[in-house]
């Protein structure tokens, strides 16, 4: 057939009424349509490789069937295409697709809101890197515009905006205590040298754990890249998943050096493997200098990021339904107990 492929076309050939295709095509409920034609008209689609136009039902709905989601760092991090693949799931069931959106700053607005006000985008997912809340600028104008909108890691003290928060607070604290139930009297916080909203949250997390203990606290800091920070400049991104030779050997030195009662707490996946590993070296070298094995002395922990993806995904479509229901959610840390046989 020349030409591109209609309804029409797939209407003649199927001897149903233009009508019926659009039923099928739409998968409109409450129709009478036999299986027989069903699967007819379907067949046809797919000899013929009819493609909707999707630009007529956009104007049709006043829907473009599309979200946009902001994300401002390296999306490459776990963390986010976990999320993103959440995202995608949950839209992708209710027919969206997906637009990304960084930090370009068009003439007057955000890119991820001018993707809505221009007819992009019917609503954004908007995922914060820096625990830090979406300027009062831009939040003004997606009010003013009515723009359906779900914040992840941000908007927790925000009444009218739906958004899931990360427990960091908890990430630490139950770490905490759950090395005072193993009797440790001694913990090493390791966090990095930077100051963010996450590390007070962590640390003060490990401080209400061990206050009115008798077990000591001690904060030793690191040099290191928070990856999921915005701010990253384009070469601490290409290095952001390692960590310095110098930043190694003093957890290396801190490691080898300390009493048998020590714990470590780590911020950061990335620096606990590195503890982990040296605290294993030192296990196999001398055994004896623990008073507990190896792999009691840390504990790491992570945060179920594709539910979250899927949550925030649900929240928007919630609202794009019109549905004015608020929702704020709390995402609880998940402890990683080490094992004899982690390495």
Same mark, same amino acid.
Request: hydrophobic letters at 40%; glycine letters at 0%.
């Given at each position: 057939m020349e030409g591109k492929v209609t309804s029409k076309d797939i209407a003649k050939i199927a001897g149903v009424s233009q009508a019926t295709v659009s039923y099928i095509l739409n998968n409109k409920k409450g129709k009478k349509i036999s299986e027989e034609t069903r699967n007819k008209v379907l067949q046809i689609t797919k000899d013929?490789?009819?493609i909707p136009n999707n630009a007529a039902q956009r104007l049709r709905k006043k829907s473009t069937k599309c979200i946009v989601v902001r994300i401002a760092t390296n999306i490459t991090m776990r963390r986010y295409h976990l999320m993103l693949q959440g995202i995608?799931?949950?839209m992708g069931e209710n027919g969206y697709s997906l637009l990304l959106s960084g930090l370009s700053q068009g003439p007057t607005y955000p890119d991820y809101i001018t993707a809505c006000l221009s007819g992009q985008a019917d609503g954004i997912i908007y995922v914060s890197s820096d625990n %830090?809340? %979406?300027?009062?600028e831009e939040i003004k104008v997606i009010k003013e515009n009515n723009i359906p909108i779900a914040a992840v890691?941000?908007?927790r003290n925000v009444d009218d905006i739906s958004s899931i928060s990360y427990d960091y607070f908890s990430s630490s604290f139950n770490r905490a205590e759950a090395f005072l139930e193993k009797g440790f009297k001694r913990i090493f916080y390791i966090r990095p040298d930077y100051e963010n909203r996450k590390e007070d949250w962590r640390e003060k997390g490990v401080s209400a754990a061990l206050a009115g203990s008798d077990c000591e606290l001690k904060t030793i800091y690191i040099h290191s890249i928070d990856g999921n920070s915005s701010t990253l400049s384009p070469s601490e991104m290409a290095n952001m998943n390692s960590i310095d030779k110098s930043t190694r050997l003093q957890l290396k030195d801190l490691t080898y050096s300390q009493p048998a009662d020590s714990a470590y707490i780590c911020s950061s996946l990335e620096v606990a493997e590195i503890v982990a590993r040296y605290l294993y070296e030192r296990w196999l070298v001398s055994p004896s200098s623990f %008073?507990?094995?190896?792999y009691e002395?840390? %504990?790491?922990?992570h945060f179920d990021h594709y539910s979250i993806g899927c949550e925030a995904a649900r929240m928007l479509l919630d609202l794009l339904a019109g549905k004015r229901r608020i929702t704020k959610l709390t995402q609880q840390p998940i402890l990683?107990?080490?094992s004899e046989d982690s390495f």
């Open positions: 013929l490789n009819y995608r799931t949950v %830090i809340d %979406i300027p009062l890691d941000c908007m %008073i507990k094995p190896w002395c840390l %504990i790491s922990y990683d107990f080490y």
